[in-house]
């Protein structure tokens, strides 16, 4: 791997969770240290990764992740360090283990995936030059709150606005509604995807259409009697009843279903999936990035489910629905069902774009596949 410094240095890899910028180090942390720099993580030109951990009284600390933990090893101020070595660019969950126990690294970048907060690095991919940051205008990531019916809570959406939508107060836009993967939420695709600058770039190359991003968290949590329970089964009805209205009524958008799409990574992609096939009077186009027409089950063959039906009605299907965008990494373990779905959709006469990326279940492909289906949607309408 030979990383060119315009990767290592670009402020799209330090952008975080916790902060836009790398974090200040505290100040007693410092002293301690004899004002000693420290980096928690910093990614060489040939693609190995530097990691510090500062723990004084530990005994032993151990890093990297699950096919390849390395041993850290621990100067006389307390500071652990070694080098992983990670076979692929992308970003990357970053492990850190002290005396056994599985910790955060307040050193190291932070983000959120999985349920819990985690420790992630940035392997740039010297193939994604669309995702850095550039010197272009740059659009607006907002975050609004609205009162939904479903779940009788106040619920929190990211919206991206177009770099214009500030200035020009006539224009209305389309929206897409795009979701994350399971064990994410509403924060993922700004601070683990990177969208806004993605769109950003497409915008100032007149690659894309401008138009609004909304995303929610699927992750949805219903009180019912006292009790809270995990709800995302009703995310799509809670998009319809709150987030739909609420964003039609706050922002300029175009609210018709020509001008309305709907996307997702993984369990996004399914919510996404049913949602187009369900309410494709509502939305005019998907994008399934890691997804399927149906959900598949570990251990267990895929099950066609009711909604799929309408896939037996092509004519109607095709007028309604475009693009039907489909994405999945090369080495992703359902490669083969991705296949199998788009040689079923050739047969019934679906327009089925499929594309496949290098990498496998990660961010990696979740970007690429939003960048190209970006340059598709509302194309021309």
Request: with cysteine.
């Amino acid at each position: 791997m030979n990383i060119p410094e315009k990767f290592l240095k670009n402020q799209t890899f330090e952008s975080r969770s916790i902060g836009f910028n790398r974090q200040l180090v505290p100040s007693i942390v410092n002293r301690n240290l004899k004002n000693k720099r420290l980096v928690g993580t910093e990614v060489l030109a040939d693609g190995k990764v530097k990691v510090c951990l500062y723990g004084p009284t530990a005994t032993e600390v151990t890093a990297g992740y699950p096919d390849h933990m390395v041993d850290l090893e621990k100067d006389d101020d307390g500071m652990w360090s070694g080098v992983i070595q990670y076979d692929e660019p992308g970003q990357k969950q970053l492990i850190f283990y002290v005396d056994g126990v599985r910790v955060i690294n307040p050193l190291a970048p932070i983000g959120y995936g999985w349920g819990y907060g985690i420790n992630i690095i940035e392997v740039p991919d010297v193939d994604q030059d669309f995702l850095l940051i550039k010197d272009v205008p740059h659009g607006t990531v907002s975050m609004e709150y609205f009162n939904s019916t479903v779940t009788g809570e106040t619920e929190c959406c990211y919206v991206y606005t177009p770099p214009k939508y500030r200035d020009d107060l006539t224009t209305r836009y389309p929206v897409l509604y795009l979701q994350h993967g399971g064990g994410e939420n509403e924060t993922c695709w700004v601070n683990l995807g990177k969208v806004n600058f993605i769109m950003d770039n497409l915008l100032a190359e007149g690659k894309c259409e401008p138009f609004i991003i909304v995303m929610n968290n699927a992750m949805m949590q219903v009180n019912k009697d006292g009790v809270i329970k995990e709800a995302t089964d009703q995310f799509n009805d809670m998009l319809i009843k709150d987030s739909i209205p609420f964003i039609d009524s706050h922002y300029r958008t175009i609210p018709d279903k020509t001008h309305r799409a709907v996307a997702g990574l993984s369990m996004g992609s399914l919510l996404a999936g049913r949602m187009i096939m369900e309410h494709y009077d509502v939305f005019g186009s998907a994008g399934l990035f890691t997804g399927y027409t149906y959900p598949v089950m570990p251990n267990q063959p895929p099950t066609p489910q009711p909604w799929t039906e309408v896939l037996n009605d092509a004519e109607t299907f095709n007028r309604e629905v475009n693009p039907f965008f489909g994405a999945i990494g090369d080495h992703e373990v359902s490669l083969p069902l991705f296949e199998k779905e788009g040689e079923a959709c050739k047969e019934k006469g679906i327009n089925y774009i499929q594309k496949i990326y290098p990498g496998y279940h990660e961010w990696r492909v979740w970007r690429a596949a939003f960048h190209d289906y970006a340059q598709l949607v509302f194309k021309n309408k």
